[in-house]
């Protein structure tokens, strides 16, 4: 799955020997949290933050500290947050909102960045809907990579917020099901150049979602 083994541009050499030393699904690990942004009684859209695991952040930053001085600037961050963005596309950045059981898309992403503070990359990204969804009803977003590539979870007291005009609406917070032994060693069988799940585990995946719900009275 290159879509994160390419975040940083370096040689597919190096690549393949970040690949080797991981040896089970998940590859990357990320703490999120979840900003649901509300303007006019609608949904708007979702603003992710991401920090991803220590290792993985060390292998997509390498060479990009230009000037030497053992930091990483905006500026020399920014090419690599565009690349993020590229590469998330493909895979509807594995945010999904559902109105009334349709799927509704998203507009290029917008103010998105990386930072990186104690050896963990952080990207934050918002992305605008299409059309807005109005709340008048339970209103779902889920947050998964269906394929496990990644591993996301939502550590913090506070894992989802609604920002914006949201009277008598309150965000709520579903973690996924834990996988049985059985099914994580199956995952852990899986080569780390294998990218897609099998058939068998592809449902197991997909009951991984994290679901934010924002209910209004």
């Avoid at 940083?8 to 990357?28: I, K």
């Avoid at 990483?72 to 590229?86: C, D, G, I, V």
Wanted: charged share 20%.
């Amino acid at each position: 799955m290159t879509r994160f083994l390419n975040f940083s541009g370096v040689a597919l050499a190096a690549q393949l020997a970040w690949m080797g030393a991981v040896q089970a699904h998940p590859h990357v690990w990320v703490d999120g949290v979840a900003q649901l942004n509300v303007e006019g009684g609608k949904l708007t859209s979702i603003t992710n933050i991401w920090t991803f695991d220590a290792p993985f952040s060390a292998y997509a930053t390498q060479g990009l500290d230009t000037n030497g001085d053992h930091k990483l600037s905006a500026a020399e961050l920014k090419p690599l947050s565009q690349t993020n963005m590229e590469a998330l596309e493909p895979y509807h950045f594995f945010t999904y909102v559902k109105d009334a059981g349709t799927q509704v898309e998203f507009a290029p992403p917008e103010h998105y960045g990386l930072k990186m503070g104690k050896r963990r990359l952080t990207l934050t990204f918002t992305l605008p809907l299409v059309q807005p969804v109005a709340l008048a009803r339970s209103t779902e977003v889920d947050v998964l990579d269906p394929e496990y590539f990644v591993a996301f979870s939502y550590p913090g007291k506070t894992p989802v917020t609604v920002k914006g005009e949201a009277s008598g609406c309150t965000a709520h917070y579903q973690p996924p099901k834990e996988l049985d032994d059985q099914i994580m060693a199956q995952l852990a069988a899986i080569p780390a150049d294998e990218h897609d799940l099998p058939e068998a585990l592809q449902d197991a995946a997909q009951g991984l979602a994290h679901e934010f719900l924002i209910e209004c009275k």
